[in-house]
């Protein structure tokens, strides 16, 4: 397995627009994380999702940000309009419910800059 | 969720075992010892987990206090390949989310 793929690597957005982070989980996981690092807050869960139904979206910071998981293979997470606050590290991550560790697989990130 | 108590920063030489400590004096009968590692410009990765007993796996091991209330990943034999912030993190029993705290950061010396 190719592991948890995020898309784009780098962006970099001016304020105001319209930020769009893609990811697609590992095959056969059935739960996906969304998380956000940065140098002062370190690494935050914004959302996760089971069996692609959000569970916990309480670290989401405001109405700005919003997650779909339309599909199995397939989760998004948006930023409307974007602000400079939002630059970070963004990691998608998932796990297999079934798998007694619990462990999670990451990503490589989105590092996203808002200028 | 119960927090987690870990050093800035340590150093080692490589070719020499590390003990990473952390403290979880608030830690609950069901919550599971998770350890994360994070490379530099990588996201993280799992290293190894327990609950009461001592733990091995071929990246560390996993030493539990008999009161729970504190645990040390043991890496063997430091490389410079293993130079990342480990995390330390308490997972309740059943729960899928994990919360990460700020960290040591391991620095290995050549």
């Known amino acids: 397995d190719a592991g948890v793929i995020q898309s784009p690597r780098h962006e970099v957005t001016e304020m105001g627009q319209e930020v769009t982070l893609r990811c697609k989980p590992i095959?056969?996981?059935?739960?996906l994380f969304w998380y956000r690092q940065t140098m002062m807050r370190g690494l935050e869960l914004l959302i996760y999702?089971?069996?692609?139904?959000?569970?916990?979206d309480s670290g989401m910071p405001e109405d700005r940000f919003s997650a779909k998981m339309p599909n199995a293979s397939f989760s998004t997470l948006k930023i409307q309009p974007s602000e400079p606050r939002d630059s970070a590290v963004y990691f998608c991550a998932s796990s297999f419910g079934g798998q007694p560790t619990g462990e999670q697989y990451f990503g490589p990130g989105t590092r996203l800059t808002v200028t | 969720d119960a927090k987690t108590t870990q050093p800035n920063s340590m150093e080692s030489n490589e070719e020499e075992p590390v003990h990473l400590p952390c403290n979880h004096s608030?830690?609950?009968?069901?919550?599971?010892i998770h350890w994360y590692r994070q490379l530099p410009s990588q996201g993280p990765e799992y290293v190894i987990h327990g609950l009461t007993s001592n733990v091995n796996n071929r990246m560390a091991s996993l030493a539990i206090a008999e009161d729970r209330k504190s645990s040390t990943l043991i890496l063997h034999r430091a490389t410079l390949r293993d130079a990342a912030v480990y995390y330390c993190i308490l997972r309740a029993g059943g729960a899928n989310n994990l919360f990460f705290g700020t960290g040591t950061r391991l620095t290995v010396i050549p």
């Open positions: 999702f089971n069996n692609n139904v959000p569970i916990d």
């Open positions: 095959s056969g996981h059935d739960y």
């Open positions: 608030t830690i609950s009968g069901t919550d599971y």
